[in-house]
């Protein structure tokens, strides 16, 4: 897929944003496509296995409808190789104004990660306005996200780290929340059997969060 698109263009096609973790890059495609059947169109593949950027082109390459996102980008050399690849947006754990830089010369959409009201404050200075909230039950949960509402009323945030499909509910529910990311929606251990009913199950369960 080669497109240049808005985070929040991204963040808004679903309540949940499925963050995995592929060892094989084989099953990539089988993973995207038992993730769209549930109605999820978005996927972001992180940058801790040598496989990752190898999976995120064969979903590009195969899954057309399927937008990949790259994790646990933390220089701007896997920002390039991410673009390489096909993926359409960087997300990283915290925000660095050079590889923003390097993000948007990829032509990538951006997801930096920020904990504090200072982080936020940096990255709304640079001209962002959605930011990944991380790690997130660990920082406050739903109740610091509450928190920063009244104060930055103009940035929208994905919460990521420590939610469950139980939990989930209570992110969704927030005004300056647009979506959420988690691993809870492809379970890896049903990843690794490829068990790509159960994946559809657990998408679909995702999905329902939000009405």
Same mark, same amino acid.
């Given at each position: 897929?080669?497109?240049?698109?808005?985070?929040?263009?991204?963040?808004?096609?679903?309540? &949940?944003?499925? *963050?995995? =973790?592929?060892?094989? $890059?084989?099953? !990539?495609?089988?993973? /995207?496509?038992?993730?769209? +059947?549930?109605?999820?169109?978005?996927?972001?593949?992180?940058?801790?296995?040598?496989?990752?950027?190898?999976?995120?082109?064969?979903?590009?390459?195969?899954?057309?409808?399927? &937008?990949?996102? *790259?994790? =646990?980008?933390?220089? $701007?050399?896997? !920002?390039?190789?991410? /673009?390489?690849?096909?993926? +359409?947006?960087?997300?990283?754990?915290?925000?660095?104004?050079?590889?923003?830089?390097?993000?948007?010369?990829?032509?990538?959409?951006?997801?930096?990660?920020?904990?504090?009201?200072?982080?936020?404050?940096?990255?709304?200075?640079?001209?962002?306005? !959605?930011?990944?909230?991380?790690?997130?039950?660990?920082?406050?949960?739903?109740?610091?996200?509450?928190?920063?509402?009244?104060?930055?009323?103009?940035?929208?945030?994905?919460?990521?780290?420590?939610?469950?499909?139980?939990?989930?509910?209570?992110?969704?529910?927030?005004?300056?929340?647009?979506?959420?990311?988690?691993?809870?929606?492809?379970?890896?251990?049903?990843?690794?059997?490829?068990?790509?009913?159960?994946?559809?199950?657990?998408?679909?369960?995702?999905?329902?969060?939000?009405?």
């Amino acid at each position: 897929m080669t497109m240049t698109v808005d985070i929040r263009s991204i963040m808004g096609r679903g309540p &949940v944003i499925p *963050v995995v =973790t592929i060892d094989n $890059p084989t099953t !990539a495609p089988d993973l /995207a496509r038992a993730l769209l +059947v549930s109605g999820i169109s978005v996927i972001e593949l992180t940058l801790r296995t040598p496989g990752a950027l190898e999976a995120a082109r064969l979903i590009a390459e195969q899954v057309e409808e399927m &937008v990949v996102g *790259v994790g =646990t980008v933390l220089d $701007p050399s896997q !920002a390039v190789q991410a /673009a390489e690849v096909g993926a +359409v947006f960087a997300v990283s754990p915290g925000f660095d104004p050079d590889l923003l830089t390097a993000v948007s010369a990829a032509g990538l959409a951006y997801l930096p990660g920020v904990q504090t009201a200072s982080e936020v404050m940096a990255a709304r200075k640079a001209g962002l306005r !959605a930011l990944k909230f991380f790690p997130a039950a660990s920082s406050g949960g739903a109740d610091a996200l509450k928190q920063l509402q009244p104060v930055f009323p103009d940035i929208a945030f994905c919460p990521t780290g420590g939610i469950s499909l139980q939990d989930a509910p209570a992110y969704l529910a927030l005004e300056n929340v647009l979506c959420i990311g988690g691993s809870f929606a492809a379970p890896a251990r049903f990843i690794q059997t490829r068990d790509w009913m159960a994946i559809t199950g657990s998408a679909r369960q995702a999905c329902a969060l939000r009405g």
